[in-house]
């Protein structure tokens, strides 16, 4: 496996991830006859992750801890209290993204990072990028064994 990946990608640490998660949903697919896990969101801070901070801030995720406008809830005296924030990171998915809606991989990669396309970290095409090039690859490697 680490053989398609520097062909497919080189190094990159989250594009080997990827190809990885694709070679084995194609592996349990073909292999196994298992049917793809199909994903709407491409990460647990949009269902359920939550980072704490060491003032009882909660986050739904590490790129965003400290930024106070994406703080989902408070813990304190050994209760959380949510606010508002928390459903606008929940209720994110492949649907709500304009690019994401479109694309025919939308479902089988989960959509983009919330956390860096609210940062304006550019890495949407990226990984869009990313996932068709491995997808393809990956597919035809797994389908070969």
Known sequence: MDAINNIILGDNCFANTVVNRIIQESKNFFQNKTPWKLCSTSCSAQYG????????????????????????????????EWNSIKEYWHSYNVGKNL???????????????????????????????????????AINYSYSK
């Open 49 to 80: 992750s939550y980072m704490f901070d060491p003032y009882g801030d909660i986050y739904p995720c590490l790129e965003i801890v400290g930024q106070k406008k994406h703080c989902i809830g408070i813990f304190s005296e050994g209760k959380i």
């Open 99 to 137: 690019i994401c809606k479109e694309c025919k991989y939308a479902l089988l990669c989960g959509g983009m990072c919330r956390a860096k396309e609210i940062n304006n970290i550019n890495e949407g095409d990226l990984t869009c990028t990313l996932y068709k090039s491995a997808f393809s690859r």
